[in-house]
């Protein structure tokens, strides 16, 4: 418990490290949201090529309040004056869904790099228009680089559940998550259907990039989509809770649940895969036995998906079955169950030798940022997120959306 209570405590307050006099990337937020502190002024702190330089607000006393709690040196009175600033190198939006895909196009038409709040816009076809973009962008001599902040895709917890799966094996996946109903107010903008809310785009949204990772594969159909909402004639396009079916191109299904109002009790999101039988050599001296076969099922469960650095547990379970090949008589039967955690690449294993090392306390907003540097800086990345993954990604949703009967949510008017 006081290893948890000080691990928490340290990514929250960590310390500050000194920045590099020499090509640290200033950053520009575009909105003083509840969400910046903990993904970019929280993580800043401890990298030493990060500055958060600048802030702007729809209202500037608000941003005036944001950057003299947060330290940062400079407010500006509008977004496009952050983007017109010569020295913002990146930007960092954590704007209503609805205004990432404007943003985002402005910032990278300014040339600014792009940090951008998950889910990247509200449609696939923004996301088509966005990305592309960006693409058409790479070819100028430090092209601006976009990503889609699933900060949770970084952490090693994720990437260690991931490297036990095997996604031709996977039969089935079942994963929720959930907010407690105390935390979201029927009038936030979690649930504006304008402004691009819904539990789908606020919470199911990760569990359907788990799901695209678990199987490696994009979604064949969406089977099912049932949601459940306010019912009061205001907010009847936005879901407060769904529950998806998926059936995907191997033929395994997954179920997908959120709800943004839970119980009291926050309980942790989790992921169950349970992978198809598959015959294992047998135990012995590794030499083949004409006689005799034996057959592997695993469950991996990474329970604490969303938030791993408060807690994670991955369990495993291997249930074997030793048959008689002739008449397929069972013969013995046995499992092995294990159990990691992996708060770091180091811990993860041998196999993430050339992730970045990292710390214990660090969440998974500092890997992110991590990560995005060494694209910006032109190092290599382990787990980054390509365009093509957040089209993808809003395709699914899209998909969801769809089925479900309330629609997609509304384009922007931008262009």
């Known amino acids: 418990m006081f290893g948890m209570l000080s691990r928490i405590y340290t990514a929250i307050a960590p310390p500050t490290v000194e920045k ?17 502190p903990m993904a970019i002024v929280v993580p800043a702190k401890s990298h030493p090529e990060v500055v958060v330089h600048a802030i702007s607000a729809r209202d500037r006393g608000r941003a005036e309040e944001f950057a003299k709690k947060h330290g940062i040196p400079v407010v500006r009175d509008t977004y496009q004056e952050i983007l017109d600033d010569p020295d913002i190198d990146a930007v960092f939006i954590p704007l209503p869904n609805s205004l990432h895909y404007e943003w985002a196009v402005r910032s990278v038409r300014a040339g600014k790099h792009v940090l951008l709040e998950k889910p990247s816009v509200d449609t696939a076809a923004e996301a088509e228009i966005l990305f592309g973009l960006s693409q058409l962008a790479s070819s100028q001599p430090s092209p601006p680089i976009i990503l889609e902040a699933f900060h949770n895709r970084f ?9 036990l799966v095997s996604p031709a094996d996977v039969a089935h996946v079942h994963t929720d998550s959930m907010v407690p109903w105390w935390l979201t107010a029927r009038d936030n903008i979690e649930f504006n259907y304008a402004l ?5 785009m606020m919470l199911g949204t990760y569990n359907f990039a788990l799901l695209r990772m678990i199987f490696a594969a994009e979604p064949a159909e969406c089977v099912s989509c049932e949601t459940r909402g306010f019912g009061d004639g205001v907010h009847d396009k936005c879901d407060t809770s769904f529950r998806a079916q998926f059936r995907f191109p191997n033929g395994g299904t997954a179920d997908a649940m959120s709800t943004m109002r839970g119980s009291v009790w926050w309980k942790p999101s989790e992921a169950r895969v349970t992978h198809r039988e598959v015959v294992v050599p047998n135990d012995g001296d590794g030499k083949a036995d004409p006689l005799h076969e034996t057959v592997r099922t695993r469950v991996v469960t990474l329970h604490g998906f969303v938030q791993a650095i408060a807690w994670h547990r991955i369990d495993v379970k291997d249930t074997f079955v030793l048959r008689a090949k002739a008449d397929g008589r069972t013969l013995r039967t046995w499992t092995e169950a294990s159990s990691h955690k992996a708060y770091t690449y180091a811990e993860a294993g041998p196999e993430f030798a050339d992730a970045a090392p990292g710390e214990p306390w660090w969440m998974s ?13 032109g190092r290599p990345t382990q787990f980054w997120i390509s365009g093509e993954d957040s089209i993808n ?11 479900s009967g309330l629609g997609l949510r509304p384009m922007s008017e931008f262009r």
């Open 155 to 163: 952490h090693p917890a994720v990437q260690k559940f991931l490297s």
């Open 365 to 377: 907003y500092r890997w992110q940022l991590e990560e995005f540097v060494n694209r910006v800086k």
């Open 196 to 200: 691009g809310g819904g539990s789908m």
């Open 20 to 36: 590099s006099k020499d090509g640290a990337i200033r950053f520009g937020i575009l909105g003083a949201a509840k969400i910046a």
């Open 393 to 403: 990604q809003m395709r699914m949703l899209d998909m969801a959306y769809e089925k």
